[in-house]
Protein backbone atom coordinates (compact mmCIF):
# COMPACT_ATOMS: atom_id res chain seq x y z
CA UNK A 1 0.00 0.00 0.00
CA UNK A 2 1.10 3.42 -1.02
CA UNK A 3 1.46 5.57 1.77
CA UNK A 4 2.46 9.61 0.89
CA UNK A 5 3.92 12.20 3.43
CA UNK A 6 4.53 16.14 2.74
CA UNK A 7 6.65 18.12 4.83
CA UNK A 8 8.18 21.14 4.41
CA UNK A 9 5.19 23.56 5.10
CA UNK A 10 5.63 26.54 7.61
CA UNK A 11 5.12 29.68 8.67
CA UNK A 12 7.09 32.20 6.08
CA UNK A 13 6.88 35.75 5.16
CA UNK A 14 5.31 37.52 2.11
CA UNK A 15 7.87 37.28 -0.70
CA UNK A 16 9.72 34.38 0.87
CA UNK A 17 10.59 30.78 -0.29
CA UNK A 18 9.62 27.32 1.12
CA UNK A 19 10.18 23.54 -0.70
CA UNK A 20 7.92 20.93 0.22
CA UNK A 21 8.23 16.93 -0.23
CA UNK A 22 6.12 14.25 -0.28
CA UNK A 23 7.55 10.60 0.17
CA UNK A 24 6.34 7.58 -0.66
CA UNK A 25 6.72 4.29 1.34
CA UNK A 26 5.51 1.10 0.19
CA UNK A 27 5.74 1.57 -3.39
CA UNK A 28 8.16 3.08 -5.76
CA UNK A 29 6.68 6.30 -7.65
CA UNK A 30 8.80 5.99 -10.27
CA UNK A 31 5.56 5.15 -12.69
CA UNK A 32 3.06 7.35 -11.11
CA UNK A 33 1.84 10.84 -12.00
CA UNK A 34 2.40 13.25 -9.08
CA UNK A 35 0.22 16.25 -8.53
CA UNK A 36 0.30 18.64 -6.03
CA UNK A 37 -3.04 20.70 -4.39
CA UNK A 38 -4.14 22.73 -1.85
CA UNK A 39 -6.83 23.82 0.07
CA UNK A 40 -7.71 27.36 1.83
CA UNK A 41 -9.91 28.19 4.79
CA UNK A 42 -13.42 27.55 3.40
CA UNK A 43 -12.27 27.24 -0.49
CA UNK A 44 -11.85 24.37 -2.30
CA UNK A 45 -9.11 21.79 -3.43
CA UNK A 46 -7.34 23.27 -6.21
CA UNK A 47 -4.58 21.88 -8.76
CA UNK A 48 -1.44 23.32 -8.32
CA UNK A 49 1.02 21.02 -10.23
CA UNK A 50 1.59 17.82 -11.47
CA UNK A 51 4.55 16.03 -13.60
CA UNK A 52 4.14 12.84 -15.31
CA UNK A 53 5.96 9.93 -14.10
CA UNK A 54 9.24 10.31 -16.61
CA UNK A 55 9.20 14.24 -15.33
CA UNK A 56 8.52 14.78 -19.10
CA UNK A 57 5.44 17.01 -18.99
CA UNK A 58 4.63 19.73 -15.94
CA UNK A 59 1.66 21.15 -15.19
CA UNK A 60 1.25 24.71 -13.35
CA UNK A 61 -1.66 26.67 -12.49
CA UNK A 62 -1.82 30.10 -14.00
CA UNK A 63 -1.45 31.71 -10.36
CA UNK A 64 1.24 29.88 -9.89
CA UNK A 65 3.54 29.90 -12.44
CA UNK A 66 6.35 31.25 -12.45
CA UNK A 67 6.60 31.04 -8.84
CA UNK A 68 6.46 27.33 -8.33
CA UNK A 69 8.60 23.99 -9.72
CA UNK A 70 7.86 20.75 -9.70
CA UNK A 71 10.57 18.32 -9.64
CA UNK A 72 11.32 14.41 -8.67
CA UNK A 73 13.80 12.37 -7.54
CA UNK A 74 13.14 9.12 -8.07
CA UNK A 75 15.82 7.78 -6.15
CA UNK A 76 14.67 9.22 -3.20
CA UNK A 77 10.79 8.25 -4.14
CA UNK A 78 9.92 12.17 -3.45
CA UNK A 79 8.37 14.71 -5.27
CA UNK A 80 9.35 18.12 -4.29
CA UNK A 81 7.18 21.63 -4.98
CA UNK A 82 9.60 24.29 -4.34
CA UNK A 83 7.89 27.80 -4.27
CA UNK A 84 9.21 31.61 -4.36
CA UNK A 85 7.53 34.70 -4.14
CA UNK A 86 4.70 33.47 -1.71
CA UNK A 87 1.74 35.75 -0.93
CA UNK A 88 -0.83 35.36 1.16
CA UNK A 89 -2.97 33.62 -0.88
CA UNK A 90 -0.93 31.06 -1.19
CA UNK A 91 -2.07 30.33 2.28
CA UNK A 92 -3.58 26.52 2.34
CA UNK A 93 -2.67 22.95 3.40
CA UNK A 94 -0.76 21.20 0.66
CA UNK A 95 -1.39 17.62 -0.40
CA UNK A 96 0.35 15.73 -2.79
CA UNK A 97 -1.69 13.12 -4.67
CA UNK A 98 0.20 10.30 -6.64
CA UNK A 99 -2.00 8.29 -9.36
CA UNK A 100 -1.21 5.53 -12.10
CA UNK A 101 -4.22 4.15 -13.69
CA UNK A 102 -7.22 4.14 -11.29
CA UNK A 103 -5.71 4.33 -8.16
CA UNK A 104 -4.91 7.35 -6.75
CA UNK A 105 -3.47 7.95 -3.35
CA UNK A 106 -3.23 11.56 -1.19
CA UNK A 107 -0.83 12.30 1.23
CA UNK A 108 -2.09 14.15 4.35
CA UNK A 109 -1.11 17.66 3.74
CA UNK A 110 1.35 20.22 5.19
CA UNK A 111 0.36 23.26 6.28
CA UNK A 112 2.07 26.94 4.67
CA UNK A 113 1.16 30.02 5.68
CA UNK A 114 2.31 33.23 4.46
CA UNK A 115 1.67 36.22 6.96
CA UNK A 116 4.19 38.67 7.55
Known amino acids: QLQLVESGGGLVQPGGSLRLSCTAS????????IGWFRQAPGKEREGVSC????????YYAESVKGRFTISRDNAKNTVYLQMTSLTPEDTAVYFC?????????WGQGTQVTVSS
Open 97 to 105: YAYIGLDGY
Open 51 to 58: ISHGSSKE
Open 26 to 33: GVSLENFF
